[in-house]
C-alpha cells in the first residue's frame, strides 16, 4: 500500500518525466503489453486464413486437419502464427498464387527451390550489402525473372507474363502502431505508459517481451549543473560530452534546423529551491534562406526542373539562395561529424528531394547515410524548421505518454458487435448511389428566364423605347414576374414598375404606366406598391402625373399610394418656380455674404492705419511687427475660397489707387 500511493504522488509529475528517467518504484512493476502483431498465438485461438480452394486445388483437405497456422494454397503447416506470416511473404507463396490465377497447378518447396536453381539464383541473396531495399530488389528480380522465363519458354500457352501480383514488402516499421504499451499494478486502473518505439533501435524492437529491460537500461542518472568556475562565462565544449545524445534536423521550405541533445536530463533548481529537470543541448544551428517563390510554392529548382530556367531577379536570388543553404548545411554536418557518428539515433525530417540530397547526398565527405539503421522520422506533425521547433519534438519524443482505457469495456463491445448479425453490404463493385442532380428547367421556365434577364437589362439602361417594343414583340404583359421569384433581388422588385421605382428611373416608370399599362397596385413580396419603393421626388411625380393622365377610374391609386394628380403642365410650373426661387435665394445669399465681407476689410484697414501710427512714435517692447502673408492669412481665416478671391481683387485695386495717387502727388511737386 505504501508503494501504490507513492506513485500515485509521483503522477501527476510523471506525465512530464523523460523516458530516461522515469522514478526507480515505476520501473521494477513495469510489464510490457504485447499487441496482436507481437505477442505468440494463444491456444486456442483461431486465426482464420481466406484462400479460395476448389476442386484440385485442395490437396488431401478432405484427409488432413486443417489448422489456424496453415496454408491451403501451398498445403503446408506451421508451427505458428509468426511463421506462416513469413510464409505468406515469401516467393514460394506468391509464385503459387500466380500459379493458382493462370489455372495451373501449385507446387511444393522441393519443387520451387529446384525451379529457382535452374535460375542459377539464390534466394537468400548473394554479394548483397544486407540493406533492406536491396534485400527487397534481390528477392522481386529472383521472382520476376522465374515467372517471365517460363512465360517466354516454360508455358508458351500462358498470357505475357504481369508483375501485378509480385509480392510487395513493407517498409521498416509499417504497420505498426508508433508507441510501445506498459502497464504496472501500481498505476491507476486502465492506465497505460506509452513509450515512442522510434526511440528504440531495431535490434531493441525485436525483444518483445523483454522490452521492460530494455527500458530500464535505458535511464541515466541527471548531470548535475555546474556553473562555469572561470572568467570564459562559457559552456563545456561538446566534445567534452560523454553522455549518450541524439541528433536531430528538420530542412524544408529555406529553413534548416539542427541540434545534438543528451538524453541525461540537466538537473537545476528552481527559484523557489525545488529540482528541475531540463533538456541539455549540446549543440544546436539554424539557417534560413528565401528559396520559396512566395504565393506560388516550391523551390525554384523545382521550377526550374518543371517549366525551364526562370531570367528574372527574385529567381537569380533564390538559385543563389539555395546553393548557399546546400553548402551552409554539408559544412555544420561535416563540423558535428564527430558528435553525429556517436550519436545513438538521427532524427530526420526533409521534405522534397533536394532537401533529402542537402543531407544524404551523395558527395564527397557526406555525414548522413540512407542505409544508417539509426535513421529516425518524426512520428508526429511538424512545424517550420526553427530551434524552438527541434526542442518541442525532442520533448515530445522522449516525455511518457499515458492512456486510460477499459480494455473490458472494449472487449464487451466487441464480443457484442460479433453476436450482432450485420446488414448486407454492397459488394466493391457495386456502383455508388448517384448524387442527386439539379433540376432540369422546363421549355417555359427558361423562356421566362431570357425575358427576366432582357427586361432587367434595358429598365436599368433607360431605353424606355427599346422596352415596350420588347414587351409588345414577345406578347408579354406590363407587370410580367420576374423568374424565379424566390430570390431576393425579385422578392424586393418582383415586377418591371417595382425595378423601374426602385432605381429611380422616371422616364420608364411614365413610359409602363401610360404606355404599357402597368398596374401600379400589385404589391412586392414585403407588401409595398412600386411608389413606395420610389427614392426621389422626379420619380414620385411620375406615378401623380400617370394618375392625372389615365384618370381615377383606370386603377385604384388610393391602394396603390399614389397622391392625387398633376398634369405635366403643373410640374413643370412648379418646377421652375421652384429653381426660381432657388436661384432668387442663392443670389441673396451671395449679396450678403460680400457686404459682410466689405465691411470686414473696412474695418481690418482701419484699424491697420490706427495701429501703424501708434507705432510711428516708437515700437513698443517686445511687440512684432506681423508680415503682409500673416496679415492675409489671419483676414481670410473663415472665409471661402470664392471670398478669399474677391477680398484678394480688392486689395490690389486699393493698393494700384494709393499708388496711381502717389504718383500724381509727386509730379505736381516738381
Not at 130 to 137: H, I, T
Not at 202 to 219: A, F, I, S
Not at 468 to 482: E, Q, W
Amino acid at each position: 500500500m505504501a508503494s501504490r500511493c507513492l506513485i500515485y504522488f509521483y503522477l501527476p509529475s510523471l506525465r512530464f518525466f523523460s523516458v530516461f528517467d522515469l522514478p526507480h518504484e515505476l520501473l521494477v512493476t513495469l510489464e510490457f503489453k504485447a499487441t496482436s502483431l507481437s505477442q505468440p498465438n494463444p491456444e486456442g485461438t483461431s486465426f482464420p486464413v481466406l484462400v479460395e480452394v476448389s476442386g484440385a486445388d485442395s490437396i488431401d483437405s478432405k484427409h488432413e486437419q486443417i489448422t489456424s497456422t496453415s496454408c491451403l494454397l501451398c498445403s503446408a503447416k506451421f508451427p505458428d502464427i509468426q511463421e506462416q506470416r513469413r510464409h505468406v511473404k515469401s516467393d514460394w507463396h506468391a509464385y503459387n498464387l500466380k500459379q493458382k490465377l493462370r489455372g495451373h497447378k501449385p507446387v511444393t518447396e522441393v519443387e520451387f527451390d529446384k525451379l529457382v536453381e535452374d535460375l542459377n539464383e539464390s534466394l537468400s541473396g548473394s554479394d548483397s550489402s544486407g540493406s533492406e531495399e536491396e534485400d527487397k530488389d534481390q528477392r522481386e528480380s529472383t521472382l520476376t525473372t522465374l515467372l517471365k522465363k517460363q512465360a517466354r519458354l516454360g508455358h508458351p500457352e500462358t498470357e505475357p507474363f504481369d508483375d501485378s501480383f509480385s509480392p510487395k514488402l513493407n517498409k521498416r516499421g509499417a504497420g505498426k502502431p508508433p508507441l510501445l504499451w506498459f502497464s504496472s499494478p501500481l498505476l491507476p486502473p486502465n492506465t497505460s505508459l506509452g513509450v515512442y518505439r522510434a526511440l528504440f533501435t531495431t535490434t531493441e524492437q525485436e525483444h518483445g517481451p523483454d522490452m521492460v529491460q530494455v527500458l530500464r537500461n535505458k535511464q541515466l542518472k541527471p548531470v548535475p549543473f555546474k556553473p562555469p568556475t572561470d572568467a570564459s562565462n562559457g559552456v563545456p565544449l561538446p566534445s567534452t560530452m560523454t553522455s549518450p545524445h541524439i541528433f536531430l534536423c528538420m530542412v524544408g521550405g529555406g529553413h534548416f534546423a539542427g541540434m545534438v541533445v543528451s538524453l541525461a536530463p540537466k538537473l537545476g533548481k528552481k527559484s523557489t529551491g525545488a529540482e528541475e529537470r531540463q533538456a541539455m543541448v549540446v549543440a544546436h544551428k539554424t539557417f534560413h534562406r528565401y528559396t520559396t517563390r512566395r504565393k506560388q510554392g516550391g523551390a525554384q529548382s523545382s521550377n526550374d526542373s518543371a517549366k525551364g530556367a526562370a531570367h528574372s531577379a527574385g529567381a537569380s536570388i533564390r538559385r543563389y539562395n539555395e546553393a548557399a543553404l546546400e553548402s551552409e548545411i554539408r559544412a555544420l554536418l561535416t563540423e558535428w561529424k564527430d558528435l553525429i557518428s556517436k550519436s545513438q539515433l538521427i532524427f530526420v525530417r526533409a521534405t522534397g528531394s533536394s532537401n533529402r540530397r542537402t543531407l544524404f547526398g551523395p558527395y564527397d565527405g557526406q555525414v548522413l547515410h540512407h542505409n544508417d539503421p539509426r535513421n529516425r522520422g518524426f512520428p508526429f506533425s511538424t512545424r517550420r524548421a526553427t530551434q524552438a521547433e527541434l526542442m518541442r519534438a525532442f520533448v515530445e519524443l522522449t516525455r511518457v505518454k499515458f492512456s486510460e482505457v477499459d480494455e473490458a469495456a472494449l472487449v464487451a463491445a466487441a464480443a457484442a458487435a460479433q453476436s450482432t448479425p450485420q446488414p448486407p453490404t454492397s459488394s466493391p463493385s457495386s456502383k455508388p448511389a448517384p448524387t442527386p442532380s439539379k433540376p432540369v428547367p422546363t421549355p417555359a421556365e427558361e423562356a421566362a428566364l431570357l425575358h427576366t434577364t432582357q427586361i432587367q437589362a434595358l429598365i436599368r439602361r433607360s431605353r424606355a423605347p427599346a422596352l415596350l417594343a420588347y414587351l409588345t414583340t414577345h406578347s408579354l404583359p406590363a407587370s410580367f414576374p420576374f423568374h424565379p421569384p424566390t430570390t431576393q433581388p425579385h422578392h424586393h422588385a418582383p415586377t418591371p414598375l417595382h425595378l423601374a421605382a426602385s432605381l429611380n428611373n422616371p422616364v420608364i416608370v411614365l413610359a409602363l404606366l401610360t404606355k404599357a399599362g402597368a398596374d401600379p397596385t400589385l404589391p412586392n413580396g414585403l407588401g409595398k406598391t412600386a411608389f413606395e419603393l420610389a427614392g426621389d421626388r422626379a420619380t414620385r411625380d411620375a406615378f401623380r402625373v400617370a394618375r392625372k393622365e389615365l384618370g381615377e377610374g383606370r386603377w385604384r391609386w388610393e391602394d396603390a399610394r399614389v397622391p392625387i394628380g398633376i398634369s405635366t403642365e403643373e410640374m413643370e410650373r412648379r418646377r421652375q418656380r421652384e429653381r426660381e426661387e432657388s436661384e432668387k435665394a442663392e443670389k441673396e445669399r451671395r449679396k450678403g455674404e460680400e457686404e459682410r465681407l466689405r465691411r470686414e476689410a473696412h474695418e481690418k484697414e482701419r484699424v491697420g492705419k490706427d495701429v501703424a501710427g501708434k507705432r510711428s512714435g516708437g515700437r513698443a517692447l517686445g511687440a512684432m511687427e506681423k508680415t503682409g502673408a500673416e496679415r492675409r492669412e489671419e483676414e481670410g481665416r473663415g472665409l471661402s475660397d470664392e471670398a478669399k478671391m474677391r477680398l484678394e481683387r480688392e486689395r490690389r485695386a486699393r493698393a494700384a489707387e494709393e499708388r496711381m495717387r502717389r504718383g500724381g502727388l509727386g509730379g505736381a511737386g516738381r
